[in-house]
């Protein structure tokens, strides 16, 4: 009676097998660290999921925030003030400067792109998006040095002009006396 009452008991109503035998204890053992390594598995996946997104936020960020200076340094040196002659020597020491500024800068592109082409050979889910954004970013901060080298070009070229017309002025001046 009592071993028929514990084979009934084998199969609780519930479904709950109950373990006799060292077979059964051991394959409910195997099945536990069945799941518990897919667990793992599964965990390390979604925190290389979740780092690789986080990541992903900072590329977004720091690129967000050259873009922004980028297009700000772009404004300035789009900026057509070289046609205005007063205080020449002024605007050209404030365009070395801002040439000064502007390579003192470039350390930004290099180390977002190494950051970027990273995070590409590493088979960041977001591949095709950071390289899209690091063309983009390429193509305006070639824009800026283009811009800001015309614009240094014009201010000397204006200055120079100035100062022809002064030499002319003075030229002219000199013979009206004579």
């Known amino acids: 009676i009592f071993q028929a009452f514990w084979r009934r008991r084998k199969m609780d109503t519930v479904g709950i097998k109950v373990l006799e035998t060292a077979e059964d204890i051991q394959e409910r053992r195997q099945q536990v660290l ?13 925190r290389q999921k979740l780092e690789d997104s986080y990541r ?8 967000d925030e050259l873009e922004k200076w980028i297009q700000e340094k ?6 057509e003030n070289y046609k205005d002659p007063s205080n020449l020597q002024g605007k050209l020491q404030k365009h070395q400067a801002f040439e000064a ?8 592109i290099i180390k977002l792109d190494d950051t970027g082409n990273l995070m590409i050979t590493e088979g960041h889910f977001a591949s095709e ?4 954004r690091l063309e983009e970013l390429h ?13 240094g ?3 000397l070229q204006a200055q120079k002009l100035v100062q022809y017309l002064r030499e002319c002025e003075d030229a002219l001046g000199s013979k009206n006396y004579q």
């Open 101 to 108: 500024e502007v390579q003192a800068n470039s350390e930004a």
């Open 129 to 132: 998006t950071i390289r899209n």
């Open 153 to 155: 070009m014009r201010l």
């Open 34 to 46: 069945d799941r518990y390594r897919r667990f793992k598995e599964l965990s390390m996946v979604r």
């Open 56 to 63: 992903f936020q900072f590329f977004r960020r720091d690129a």
């Open 74 to 79: 772009l404004q300035i040196a789009s900026d």
């Open 139 to 151: 193509r305006l901060w070639e824009l800026l040095l283009q811009k800001t080298k015309e614009k």
